[in-house]
């Protein structure tokens, strides 16, 4: 079963570019809403928050988390001096 809104098509249709471009003369109109919504996440705070600051933070722990990990694993051993070291 489709479903056609004829708002919706007389709309689509209307927008200019569908000889030349075809479905991409849509793009600019997607692009400047990507835009927006990188512009809204960078400068809208939610209280003292916002979406690059838990980034970050959820950056940083997962690499120190990371480091942790590898420094846990990589536990070094005592060897016994060789005659080779010793004369090095």
């Known amino acids: 079963m489709k479903f056609y809104s004829s708002g919706l098509r007389h709309f689509l249709d209307s927008w200019p570019g569908k000889k030349r471009f075809g479905i991409y003369r849509f793009l600019p109109a997607f692009f400047l809403l990507g835009a927006a919504l990188e512009y809204s996440m960078i ?32 536990i070094p051993s005592e060897t016994k001096a060789t005659p080779a070291s010793k004369a090095l």
């Open 43 to 74: 400068n809208w705070t939610v209280g003292e928050t916002n979406f690059y600051r838990t980034f970050k933070r959820r950056q940083a722990k997962n690499l120190i988390e990371d480091g942790l990990e590898s420094h846990s694993i990589q």
